[in-house]
């Protein structure tokens, strides 16, 4: 069973600029939501995607973006970046319905630096 | 709304000792409840989950936790603190609303020292 990846690692932008993160989801999983960690804090929700379409967010802006795609990999992008983006972002993958509904799986994550 | 609270950033232990760790949660609705690890440089693996069943959940690595409702807690033990348990803990309680989001406490982390 291949877990929740997750690329680049590391990923150093300007302010201004755009980035893409991605995330392949667990075997058998079609739900991904995204995590923004802030050094020293916990997760906070950006949003979900199931079917390729979003279903749910949190408190982001709209220059937060994803993308869902048929084999339910998933793709995160920031416009305009500014420094407070700077953090953790993970993504969780989970199989809808079923027992294991409510466990989510989270990937190493990418560390994101704008300077 | 929801909300988790853990009470203590850092939490020092002895190896051997008992560990506990601390968390209150708010909720309007029977909750779902998760304990996650993290350790450095690295994502969140989930140690254990509430989910109205039985009110003592055992997970992994020798954790376990106790769903309180009259106290509204979910704190997490282990009987006996190994050096490899220093990590970044998180709470979390799982809103489901259409779908399901986790909303985590702000961690604790424990150290473990000889």
């Known amino acids: 069973e291949t877990g929740v990846t997750q690329s680049p690692t590391h990923l150093i932008k300007t302010r201004g600029q755009q980035v893409t993160l991605r995330c392949s989801s667990q075997?058998?999983?079609?739900?991904v939501s995204w995590y923004q960690q802030a050094l020293g804090q916990g997760p906070q929700f950006i949003f979900q995607?199931?079917?390729?379409?979003?279903?749910g967010r949190g408190n982001f802006p709209p220059r937060f973006s994803g993308l869902q795609f048929p084999n339910y990999s998933s793709e995160l992008n920031v416009n305009a970046l500014e420094l407070d983006d700077s953090a953790l972002y993970l993504c969780?993958?989970?199989?809808?319905?079923?027992?294991?509904?409510?466990?989510?799986?989270f990937g190493p994550g990418t560390r994101l630096t704008v300077t | 709304a929801q909300s988790v609270t853990q009470l203590g950033s850092h939490v020092s232990v002895s190896e051997g000792a008992l560990v506990l760790l601390r968390c209150n949660y708010s909720?309007?609705?029977?909750?779902?409840l998760f304990w996650y690890v993290q350790y450095p440089n690295q994502g969140l693996q989930l140690l254990l989950k509430y989910t109205s069943a039985a009110t003592l959940v055992k997970g992994i690595n020798g954790f376990e936790a106790e769903f309180k409702k009259s106290e509204t807690s979910f704190h997490l033990t282990k009987p006996s603190a190994h050096m490899s348990d220093a990590a970044e803990y998180f709470c979390?309680?799982?809103?489901?609303?259409?779908?399901?989001?986790?909303?985590f406490g702000a961690g604790t982390r424990l150290a473990v020292h000889p």
């Open positions: 995607y199931y079917r390729e379409e979003e279903n």
């Open positions: 909720s309007s609705v029977p909750p779902y």
């Open positions: 075997s058998g999983h079609n739900t």
């Open positions: 979390a309680v799982m809103f489901s609303g259409g779908y399901n989001k986790l909303i």
């Open positions: 969780a993958s989970t199989s809808s319905g079923g027992a294991r509904s409510y466990e989510q799986y």
